[in-house]
């Protein structure tokens, strides 16, 4: 089966961002995304990628990029069309917020979105994908060939914990505290063809493992493996899946500037010839769960042989190294966010310090709420201040 891989011409961008729906008096989901989308026509129905559109749930609202090629112009769009988005839905008494899950509503309280796709998912998978009320963003990075992508996403698998923590933004589930750094990682992860990206040899291994999922009749259509991180043929990318849901537009930046550099850093090494890192598997999905339980606490394994290291220092290396690459990209600045995230929190402990404070799950909804329209962290004495 041949794949054909539609190149791009470097590093471009573009980001998925899923945005909750919630009821300003209530703060519980609202499941009314085709009331809001109708109300938006210019943007929810232009051409076959419009910047906002249905994701599974009702509760739900993806606004999605175009092509952009900095990470200020991607910031730009999402603004853009995010500014639009809040007027529609605060004329119906929706706010909007984005964190992996939402700490109060309950899942079996969800409305499917009206989409024949997401009618088969559920047909097929049942209570797995009923429960998928989970928020997260996706960022496609271009890729100069697809001889390329497979051993791209073999590298970029040995930050899937460094993904995950910085963003990870759902310890509660249904009222409770799971005890996780992201639930979110769990619930969708449990899909057949999600979790990890399985490390293989080269554009061709791809193919025929494409080849024999649908024959096999595991899939209908490539679109439907959903790896932490994935090839995408369709728009010449590398995405990267694994980003829980990111409550602030500085943080949305951060993780598409993370990328960028990452994927840059490697099609230079691959230019020189270099061969890249590929972790063996063990690692990868023992390094995910470590991140998933732990966020920024995690103890990462840093070599096959099972060598560990703090992930927060790992993340500060990490940092340093691809500082050179992100000022040539122009997203120095926005790289440094992560460094602002290990100092003052990453989202799940954010929300867990509110509640530690004697904070309600609905401050918390609150916080989420200011942080995404003010573009800054919220702590528990602003949220409660504002609601006395």
């Known amino acids: 089966m041949a794949i054909d891989f539609n190149a791009s011409d470097g590093a471009t961008l573009g980001v998925e961002w899923e945005i909750q729906l919630v009821d300003a008096e209530t703060r519980h ?12 026509p210019s ?3 232009n051409g076959d990628n419009p910047p906002v559109r249905h994701e599974l749930m009702e509760s739900t609202v993806e606004v999605v990029t175009g092509i952009r090629h900095t990470v200020a112009e991607a910031k730009a769009d999402l603004a853009g069309t995010l500014t ?8 119906r008494g929706i706010a909007l917020a984005c964190t992996g899950t939402h700490p109060i509503s309950d899942w079996r309280d969800a409305v499917m979105a009206p989409t024949r796709r997401y009618a088969e998912l559920i047909e097929e998978m049942q209570w797995l994908a009923r429960r998928i009320q989970t928020f997260g963003v996706h960022v496609h990075v271009g890729v100069s060939a697809g001889a ?3 051993p791209i996403v073999n590298a970029l698998s040995a930050y ?17 505290d799971t005890g996780l750094a992201s639930s979110r990682a769990i619930v969708f992860g449990q899909l057949p063809t999600a979790g990890p990206p399985h490390l293989l040899d080269d554009w061709a291994a791809f193919e025929d493992y494409m080849d024999t999922l649908l024959r096999s009749g595991t899939i209908r259509s490539i679109k439907e493996v959903w790896w ?31 990328c960028q550099s990452l994927v840059t850093l490697f099609e230079q090494q691959l230019d020189r010839g270099y061969t890249l890192p590929r972790p063996a598997a063990w690692v990868v999905r023992d390094n995910k769960w470590r991140a998933t339980r732990y966020g920024l606490d995690a103890i990462v394994i840093t070599d096959d042989t099972g060598s ?29 966010v992560a460094g602002e995230v290990l100092e003052h929190g990453a989202p799940y402990e954010r929300q867990r310090a509110i509640r530690a404070e004697g904070g309600t799950l609905e401050n918390i909804v609150d916080a989420a709420v200011t942080e995404l329209a003010e573009d800054r962290f919220v702590t528990l004495g ?5 609601g006395a």
């Open 29 to 40: 989901l609202r499941q009314d995304a085709r009331e809001v989308l109708a109300a938006l």
């Open 43 to 45: 943007l929810s129905e």
């Open 84 to 91: 639009a988005l809040r007027a529609a839905a605060a004329d």
């Open 148 to 150: 390329r992508a497979i």
């Open 160 to 176: 899937l914990p460094h993904f995950l923590a910085l963003t990870a933004s759902s310890p509660f589930w249904k009222g409770s």
């Open 228 to 258: 932490d991180i994935r090839p995408h043929p369709d728009f010449g990318t590398v995405e990267i899946r694994m980003f829980d849901g990111i409550p602030t537009m500085r943080e949305v930046g951060m993780a598409v500037a993370l």
């Open 308 to 336: 560990t290291a703090p992930l927060r220092d790992d993340l500060y290396e990490l940092i340093r190294e691809l500082e050179p690459v992100a000022d040539r990209l122009g997203c120095a600045e926005e790289l440094k």
């Open 382 to 386: 602003e949220v409660a201040h504002a």
